[in-house]
């Protein structure tokens, strides 16, 4: 018998992916335990819908630790008390140190809300729009020490129309992630995911399923 995948989601607000996470688990559409979520915001409404799907939760705030480094230690005693197979971040707007990201080498992921490697870091949709840029979206990567940077598993994007501000991006990308987040984790907790030359291959090769095009 196998036993199913486990899972532990990082948050800092919102919690939107979470609940995509959720909705999909409880549709029987994606076979993955949520073990745990973790906050390191006590009053992000992701806590809540944790709550509201009676998913352990906690709140770890950063704000307690003297260093970078001891706030990551003692996130890594929480999330290994559930021995996860993917820490999932969703929303977690902590930089970690090399430190925690080796510990999970190669099953932590994140969502990033532009088609990487443009637009690292913070402000995204309002930068997509200043540089003109006709393609816009959300890129799902394993992490790496460098911020933004590692290898990319699953895009989605859209096309920038005329009347696009930052917040109608924001809410056109959104629907693009909680479509491609809850599926990036299946193909990982499937095993059909290897990396290769810094590239993440699907079933052991690059496949055009890696970018999707969305018109909503
Ligand atoms: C998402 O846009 C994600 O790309 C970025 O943070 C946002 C989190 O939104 N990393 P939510 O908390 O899941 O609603």
């Known amino acids: 018998m196998t036993t199913k ?5 990082l948050i800092s607000g919102g919690g939107s ?7 999909q688990v409880d549709a029987g559409q994606l076979d993955v335990d949520i073990a745990l979520v973790i906050s390191n915001v006590s009053t992000a409404y992701g806590l809540k819908r944790a709550a509201n799907a009676g998913i352990e939760h906690h709140c770890i705030d950063h704000r ?3 260093s970078r480094l001891d706030f990551d230690k003692a996130l890594i005693n929480h999330i290994d008390l559930v021995e996860p197979n993917i820490v999932i971040l969703a929303g977690f ?10 510990h999970y080498a190669n099953r932590l992921i994140n969502i990033h809300p532009s088609l990487l490697p443009k637009f690292t870091g913070v402000n995204t949709h309002q930068r997509a729009l200043d540089a003109e840029e006709k393609w816009h979206g959300a890129s799902i990567h394993f992490v790496i020490p460098e911020l933004d940077a590692g290898p990319v598993i699953l895009q989605g994007q859209i096309e920038i129309t005329a009347d696009d501000t930052k917040e109608s991006l924001q809410s056109r990308i959104h629907k693009i992630e909680h479509e491609l987040y809850p599926l990036a984790v299946n193909w990982f907790t499937q095993g059909r995911l290897t990396i290769e030359n810094g590239k993440v291959l ?3 090769e690059i496949s055009s399923e890696q970018l999707q095009t969305f018109d909503h």
């Open 202 to 204: 699907l079933d052991g």
């Open 93 to 102: 707007m902590r930089i970690l140190t090399p430190e925690f990201v080796h």
């Open 5 to 9: 995948s486990k899972a532990v989601i």
């Open 64 to 66: 307690n630790y003297a």
């Open 17 to 23: 992916n979470l609940q995509a996470f959720i909705d």
